[in-house]
């Protein structure tokens, strides 16, 4: 089961703006006619829940969306680029390569705008004005975004069957629902969380799902213990399994696992828990078992069960379905609509204007680097094929103060500054 992988998004770039004129007979002074670039394509995460995996996107896949054609004469605009819709399952959790998570696609068709198609640039028609009549400009098209992500698939579950390797939750998930998960007489043969729907009655339903068998230190990673423990923080009710018929004190067991599933995430011991006792037929010292419910008391409901002949079932199904029942009334969050907004991250939002524009360094070989990602960004629109071009990027860079601050820098006439690649000498 692939429940983490990670990918790269392309974006495609906006389709650049065109420079042209209207030249028709009979026609004087037809002025500029240049269209504008499309829009490149972006790219979206929707859930979905048809989709049970992330196997598609498994061995780092990558994914480009096409770039926005480039606008033409006659006013005609460039055709915007599609978009695309990545369809993963719900319960898919997004990351950055920080480790940061930028969105939870908890629900059936919850979309995130990972990567954003870049905007076309303005042919040289828009920049038309009662004073330039003939302007001999037009933007580029802005570059598409490339980032990294990782998804990790948290699965969706009522109840979280929890307990040591081969206590019998498999067995209890075949007794209750309809799944078949593979069954046998020793540790880990659950290698993969299964899933399965229990019918407490026609129209009462709710999702199992078996945890494979967890051990000592799963919530350091000793053995697969983070890719286990995550599929429990979405359950509403943890069903702790212990095999009384063990050897071992059961309350020991009990607060083994406890800790384990408590050190992962605290937050899961406010999550509700029920007790059962399995293969309770076979047990051999009774005295123990009654130790173990004297020593539990009334801090968890405890059920005497025996999954494999279906004995004892129904009272603890009947306390299941009332605990996730009572679990969904009090999710407010459930009860309100679905998010299905675009989330979209801009600059301007996430640092509120506190970013400076811009920064000069003065490099080792004497030139004068601007850097910034907001001065960049718009070097990056301007089509400095033509004087024009450049003069407007001149313009720009004196209206926010570089040449100023060059000065205080000590530049000379004849220095050489640097802003993105472009190389340009500075002249007072």
Do not use: W
Not at 74 to 92: E, R, S, W, Y
Not at 167 to 175: E, H, Y
Not at 312 to 332: A, H, Q
Not at 367 to 384: H, Q
């Amino acid at each position: 089961m692939n429940d983490k992988v990670k990918i790269t998004l392309c974006s495609g770039k906006g389709g650049d703006g065109a420079i042209a004129f209207r030249r028709e007979k009979c026609v004087e002074a037809g002025g500029p006619y240049g269209g504008n670039g499309g829009k490149g394509g972006s790219i979206y995460l929707k859930a979905d829940e048809g989709m049970n995996s992330l196997s598609n996107y498994r061995f780092g896949k990558t994914f480009k969306a096409e770039e926005g054609e480039h606008g033409f004469s006659k006013l005609c605009f460039g055709k915007d680029a599609k978009d695309i819709t990545l369809l993963v399952p719900v319960g898919t959790v997004v990351e950055d390569e920080n480790g940061e998570m930028l969105a939870d696609l908890y629900h059936d068709k919850d979309t995130y705008l990972a990567v954003k198609g870049g905007r076309g640039g303005r042919g040289n028609a828009c920049f038309k004005s009662s004073v330039k009549r003939t302007p001999n400009i037009a933007e580029n098209g802005m570059p598409g975004e490339e980032k990294v992500f990782y998804l990790e698939l948290k699965l969706i579950a009522d109840v979280g069957l929890v307990g040591f390797p081969n206590v019998g939750k498999s067995t209890f998930l075949a007794a209750t629902t309809r799944a078949h998960p593979a069954i046998a007489d020793y540790p880990f043969t659950t290698l993969e969380p299964q899933l399965g729907v229990c019918y407490y009655k026609p129209d009462k339903t709710f999702v199992i799902a078996d945890i494979p068998g967890l051990i000592e230190g799963a919530s350091q990673g000793k053995g697969l213990g983070f890719s286990f423990l995550r599929h429990i923080e979405r359950c509403r009710v943890l069903l702790h399994i212990i095999d009384a018929s063990r050897d071992s004190d059961p309350l020991a067991d009990f607060n083994t696992i406890n800790k384990e599933l408590f050190d992962y995430k605290p937050e899961l011991a406010k999550r509700k828990m029920v007790i059962a006792l399995n293969k309770i037929d076979l047990v051999k010292d009774p005295a123990k078992i009654e130790k173990f419910k004297k020593e539990i008391g009334d801090k968890y409901p405890l059920f005497e069960i025996s999954a494999k002949d279906k004995d004892g079932l129904n009272p603890l199904i009947r306390k299941l379905y009332e605990l996730v029942d009572d679990s969904k009334k009090n999710d407010k969050n459930l009860n309100q609509p679905a998010d299905n907004e675009e989330k979209v991250y801009k600059a301007s939002s996430l640092d509120n204007g506190t970013t400076p524009l811009y920064k000069i360094v003065k490099r080792e070989d004497g030139y004068y680097e601007i850097l910034g990602e907001r001065v960049v960004r718009t070097k990056k629109l301007i089509n400095l094929k033509t004087d024009e071009g450049i003069d407007r990027l001149s313009e720009y860079l004196d209206r926010i103060g570089v040449n100023d601050r060059l000065k205080e820098l000590g530049v000379k006439t004849g220095s050489t500054i640097v802003l993105d690649g472009f190389e340009f000498e500075y002249y007072e």
